[in-house]
């Protein structure tokens, strides 16, 4: 059984930096600038990810990720 994330659950993750690790294998630094419960995906800024491949356009780009691609989700200290 696969575990997918729920948008209450990264809503607690707002504003804050974390590492993503997706069900496609990406493993993402990212900041979540927004989550968005009506469409339930979550908009993130990315710092690094090891398949930067996916991510094409600016380096300031913001992206959307769907929740339940997210298969954990890890805080960074601060």
């Given amino acids: 059984v696969l575990f997918r994330s ?4 990264l809503r607690q993750y707002q504003d804050r930096t974390v590492v993503l690790n997706l069900h496609d294998g990406d493993i ?5 600038v927004f989550v968005d419960a009506e ?3 979550i ?3 990315i710092m690094h990810t090891n398949r930067p491949e996916q ?3 600016p380096s300031d780009s913001a992206y959307t990720i769907r929740a339940a691609n997210v ?7 601060n």
């Fill in 6 to 9: 729920t948008i209450a659950e």
């Fill in 28 to 32: 993402a630094t990212v900041k979540i």
């Fill in 39 to 41: 469409y339930e995906d």
């Fill in 43 to 45: 908009i993130v800024d």
């Fill in 55 to 57: 991510y094409k356009g």
């Fill in 71 to 77: 298969a954990s989700v890890d805080e960074i200290s």
